[in-house]
C-alpha cells in the first residue's frame, strides 16, 4: 500500500512509549497497533487530530504517500 504510517517514527521522537500514547488519545492498545502496522483500513478524523495532539504534529508527519 502506498500510504505509510510513521506513528513509531514520532514516538521515537517524543520519548513516548505505545501504551502512553494510547492511553492520551482514547484508544486500546491493540487499537494503537493496528494503525501503527498499517493495516487499519481507514482512520477517523478524530482519531487523527488526537494523534496530531498528543504527539504535537501535523498529519503530514503521521501520514505519508509513497508510490509504488
Known amino acids: 500500500m ?31 497497533s493496528i494503525l501503527k502496522t498499517g493495516k487499519a483500513k481507514a482512520v477517523r478524523f478524530s482519531t487523527l487530530s488526537a494523534l496530531c495532539n498528543a504527539l504535537n504534529c501535523a498529519p503530514g508527519d503521521i501520514l505519508e504517500y509513497k508510490p509504488e
Open 2 to 32: 502506498p500510504i505509510v504510517v510513521n506513528i513509531d517514527v514520532m514516538l521515537a521522537r517524543r520519548k513516548m512509549s505505545s501504551g502512553e500514547l494510547a492511553e492520551k488519545i482514547g484508544i486500546s492498545p491493540a487499537n494503537l
